[in-house]
Nanobody, 117 residues
Framework: QIQPVESGGGSVQAGGSLRLSCKVPEDTSRRCTMDWYRQAAGGQRGWVSSLFNDDDAVYIDAVKGRFTASKDSAKGTVYLQMNNLKPQDTAVYFC???????????WGQGTQVTVSS
C-alpha cells in the first residue's frame, strides 16, 4: 500500500494562493490516478480533483478555474495549485492514488489550509 506525504499547507488571506505537494513513489505518480480530497473541521472528507496518468484533470465545480492539479513524475510529486482562495476552502487536504492493484493507497496525515476573510 502506498502512503502519500502531503505538504505545502498554511494560512493565507482570501484571494491568496498556495501550492500543495503530494509525495509518492515515482512509478505511482506515472501509472496511477491521483486524487485530492479535503475535509473541513467537523465535516466529511470530500473529493476535490483527479489527475489522470495522461495529465488530464477534473475538479469539483467549487474549485474549477481556481485549482490546478499537475505532477512531476521524475520527482514522484503531485501538486495542487490553489489560487484565489476562499474561506470555504479551509480544510485538511489529502491525496491518494487509485487505479488498480498497484495503486492502492492509504490516507496520509494531510496538510492544513486555512483561509481567512
Amino acid at each position: 500500500q502506498i502512503q502519500p506525504v502531503e505538504s505545502g499547507g498554511g494560512s493565507v488571506q482570501a484571494g491568496g494562493s498556495l501550492r500543495l505537494s503530494c509525495k509518492v513513489p515515482e512509478d505511482t505518480s506515472r501509472r496511477c490516478t491521483m486524487d485530492w480530497y479535503r475535509q473541513a473541521a467537523g465535516g466529511q472528507r470530500g473529493w476535490v480533483s483527479s489527475l489522470f496518468n495522461d495529465d488530464d484533470a477534473v475538479y469539483i465545480d467549487a474549485v474549477k478555474g481556481r485549482f490546478t492539479a499537475s505532477k512531476d513524475s521524475a520527482k514522484g510529486t503531485v501538486y495542487l495549485q490553489m489560487n484565489n482562495l476562499k474561506p470555504q476552502d479551509t480544510a485538511v487536504y489529502f491525496c491518494k492514488p487509485r487505479g488498480g492493484d498497484r495503486c492502492i493507497g492509504v490516507w496520509g496525515q494531510g496538510t492544513q489550509v486555512t483561509v481567512s476573510s
